[in-house]
Each structure stands twice: as C-alpha cells, then as structure tokens.
C-alpha cells in the first residue's frame, strides 16, 4: 500500500516567488498534518486537517503561509511570497480516526531552499 | 516555549551497549507519547508508544519508560546496532486531538 507522498522532494527557489507543496495522503486516512522541520526549531506543526477541514492553523508562521485540502486525497501548502527564513524541510503526514496511539505517517519530505 | 524538550542533540554508543535517549514535557495534558526514528532524507516513522497511564511499553529491544510525576520519558535501546543509527524524535498527545507535539530531536550514533 502507498505511504503518503510528497512533491516535489527539492525545491529551489529566489526570494519572493511563490512556493507550492503537495500531498497525497494514505487512503482512508482523515487526518492531514503539515510539519517544518527546522535545526533551530525541530518539527513543528503548522497546519491539521479532519475530513478536509481546516482545524487548527495555529502554527502557521504568518499570513505568507496558506494551505487547502480540496477533497481526501490532495492537500497544497502554498508560501507566496517566500523568504530565505522559509527554507526547512516540510513534511506531510495522515493518520485516521481510531488509530488510538495517535501515530502518524509521514511523507519523505519537501526540502525547500529559497535563495 | 517548547513543550517537548530533548536536551541532548547527540549521543553516541558501541554496538551492543545500551542505548538511552531522553524526554522531558510540560504538558500536564498529554495523553500518550511517543518515539520516532527519522533517517537521512525519509520522512519519520513510528517506533514505539506509550499511554500516559502506564509506566512501561517494551517492543523487542526498544523499552520506553515514563515517570510522569518527574514529567520525563526515556527509550532504551538494547542492545544497540548500527542500524539504529538516526534522529530519534520523541512526542506528545492529547485523545481530544490528534496532533503531535515533537521534540527537536537527539542523533544515535552506534558505533561498530
């Protein structure tokens, strides 16, 4: 069965362009989760989704950030404009109702550089 | 203000010598934790759990240990190989949500 995938795996982009993520999620799975990966700072959510639905955006780091889940199998994570800050690896993850330990699968990751 | 907290960035062991990475939290809300293991260029994947109202979980030769009145969580490895040679993340979690909240995480290195 597919694990959740990410695309693109690198992305190399200049100050100021727009950046989008994308995610397929494991079918079936009604949770959606972005996470960035800093040194400074580890892995820290951003973004959860439930069926779809946007639950808690607390951890996106300012209105540049931006993410959509049109239907259960295709999430974006958008960065318009990006800044050199924004570089990390961002990782996409599912789980789904139920899974009583609350484990999480993640994706392989994005790995953003902006110049 | 980090609820997760993994103090050592790094530790490094000889193969077949006992493993131990550690976690503290200041969550009193957490209902469970648990331990990832991350490899260059993978995405993380899940190791083991535990329930906040357990003190034990053993799953071969991963052991994870919490003492919740010190707010502290340990995984011991036993015994140690090569391959376990990764970033280990530890997390917690609430049953009201599913979200996890990480660590930054502690380098294994297990030397040959």
């Known amino acids: 069965d597919a694990g959740v995938i990410q695309s693109p795996r690198h992305e190399v982009t200049e100050m100021g362009q727009e950046v989008t993520l994308r995610c397929k999620p494991i079918?079936?799975?009604?949770?959606l989760f972005w996470y960035r990966q800093t040194m400074m700072r580890g892995l820290e959510l951003l973004i959860y989704?439930?069926?779809?639905?946007?639950?808690?955006d607390s951890g996106m780091p300012e209105d540049r950030f931006s993410a959509k889940m049109p239907n259960a199998s295709f999430s974006t994570l958008k960065i318009q404009p990006s800044e050199p800050r924004d570089s990390a690896v961002y990782f996409c993850?599912?789980?789904?109702?139920?899974?009583?330990?609350?484990?999480?699968?993640f994706g392989e990751g994005s790995r953003l550089t902006v110049l | 203000d980090q609820q997760v907290k993994q103090n050592s960035p790094s530790l490094s062991v000889q193969e077949g010598r006992i493993s131990i990475l550690n976690c503290d939290y200041t969550n009193s809300m957490f209902d469970y934790f648990l331990w990832y293991k991350k490899y260059p260029a993978e995405g993380p994947t899940f190791l083991i759990s535990?329930?906040?109202?357990?003190d034990k979980n053993e799953d071969g030769r991963f052991t994870v240990f919490l003492n919740k009145s010190a707010k502290h969580l340990s995984l011991h490895i036993v015994p140690s190989q090569p391959g376990d040679s990764a970033v280990y993340f530890c997390?917690?979690?609430?049953?009201?949500?599913?979200?996890?909240?990480f660590g930054k995480g502690t380098l294994l290195t297990v030397n040959p």
């Open positions: 993850a599912s789980s789904f109702t139920g899974r009583g330990t609350g484990e999480l699968f």
């Open positions: 997390a917690g979690g609430e049953v009201s949500n599913y979200k996890l909240t």
């Open positions: 079918s079936g799975h009604d949770y």
């Open positions: 989704f439930n069926n779809n639905v946007p639950i808690d």
């Open positions: 535990i329930s906040s109202i357990k």
